[in-house]
């Protein structure tokens, strides 16, 4: 059965590509399907028309929160998926739905 990892509301463009947010809240990094997440893991694209597009994380970072005085505050950590260069935010319009489908594959 596909998993549903989150809906796009917005990017951060890093060096590796194009970062979806919000990302994956550490509440959900215990669950199998996206505990067993790496680079290169296939993921699909529902996009709001309801084309769908599968593609394969480039890699992926970590969203920590921090206070006012630059402290992580533990709260609200997420782990962003990052798609290649080749992906732009006209591509993957906000209210994309990111799924990790049915036996997503590593290559």
Known sequence: ???YLFTVDGYDEVKHG???LPGIPASSWELPAISAIRQDTEVELRLPGGM?????IETYCMRVPLDNSSQPTGKDVRALIVLSKNFN???IPLGTEVWLPDGASVS
């Open 89 to 91: 935010k006209e591509k």
């Open 1 to 3: 059965m596909p998993t």
């Open 52 to 56: 769908r597009h599968l593609t394969r």
């Open 18 to 20: 194009l970062a979806l």
